[in-house]
């Protein structure tokens, strides 16, 4: 009895040291890196895609190789798309979990069994769990066959002016454009000088000039009483001015007796005399300081109105005169230059921007 309970317990001890030596040959990290995959949906139709989840746990720092998988998983079972693993930190940065997810599809009905996605820690491989994958085709109803139809042709689709608006105003834009950016080319190789056409109003009728202008001094009845130096000085500017204009010499530039003696031989002595006293009486005032009357200054306004009277020449009362249009030339100046420059840039922008924008219609629209 002694010696079977002696064998007994060597064999227990020897049970126990091969345990124990076990263990200890054994690699600590094999308890420490698990590996799991799962996949989102079992049942799949012909050309469905699923998502397959690996994810991977171990001690952080450690050497990791995900799977290397090209276009097929399993024969029937394609890799539409691998994901970029994702690493979470946990236990203060200890332990990481390595996440990745692989889209899927088939387009044959079978079941597929999908073999454990392998990883590689610190050159030592670890395995998941298998995982199956059934994939239906679409049902088809043999019992109405009437219901399937062939391919439908082609159909024409008419283009309505919704579809050629923008192109089309995308070219008349482009020919606008272009149009003015080569006209502002030409100008601007040529260098011609700048043309302005410049219109004047027709003056009026010496006689008529001169009678407003002495309704003007008329009316202002404070320059005769205070200041008859001015009221003189202005009414003989207005018959200088009417007779250089009416007869053809410069009054403005000579004496009143000048002027007389160059009427005379259109006038008779006798008809220029009031005219002769308006000059005397105006020059006595501006010269000599003499003091006119008001009924004086009124009698040479008069006298004035009158010689312009007498001496006028009437016109066609329904002759209508035109504006006179004179061309000036002007050489174009620095600025002028520059800003032709710019307008030969921004039109040439500007077509090219059309003709893009036209042309891409045509190839949406057709193409």
Sequence with gaps: MKKILLNYGKLIFGSLS?????????????QQVTVRASIDSLQLLVGEQTKIHLEVSMDANRKLQLPVINDTLVRGVEVLDIARPDTQKLNDNKRWVISQEYTVTSFDSA??????????????????????????????????????????????VPIEWQDI?????????????????????VRFRNNKPII??????????PHQEAMKHIEEIKANKNVQREDPKL??????????TYIKDRFGFNALEMTSTEIIEHLLQVKDKESLKDLKY????????????????????????????????????????????EPTEIKVEEKRSKQ????????????????????YVGVKCIIDLFF
Excluded: W
């Design 336 to 355: 002028g230059r520059i800003a032709l420059m710019c307008s030969i840039g921004l039109t040439g922008v500007g077509a090219a921007i059309a003709l």
């Design 196 to 205: 302005r056409i410049i219109k004047i109003e027709p003056k009026l009728p």
């Design 18 to 30: 091969f345990v124990a030596f076990t263990l200890a040959g054994s690699p600590v990290g094999a």
């Design 231 to 240: 009221y003189y000085t202005e009414l003989t500017d207005v018959i200088r």
């Design 111 to 156: 079941l597929y069994y999908l073999p454990p996605l392998e990883v590689m820690v610190d050159d030592e491989k670890y395995r998941s769990e298998s995982l199956a994958l059934k994939v239906y085709s679409i049902p088809v109803d043999t019992l109405h066959p009437d219901q399937f139809f062939g391919p439908k042709t082609v159909v024409d």
């Design 165 to 185: 608006d923008t192109m089309v105003y995308a070219f008349i834009i482009m020919l606008l454009l272009g149009a003015a950016c080569v006209f502002f080319i």
């Design 278 to 321: 308006l000059f005397e009486t105006a020059d006595l005032v501006k010269f000599a300081k003499h003091a006119p009357m008001m009924n004086e200054n009124d009698m040479n306004l008069v006298n004035a109105v009158d010689f312009i009277n007498e001496t006028k020449i009437e016109e066609d009362p329904n002759a209508k005169k």
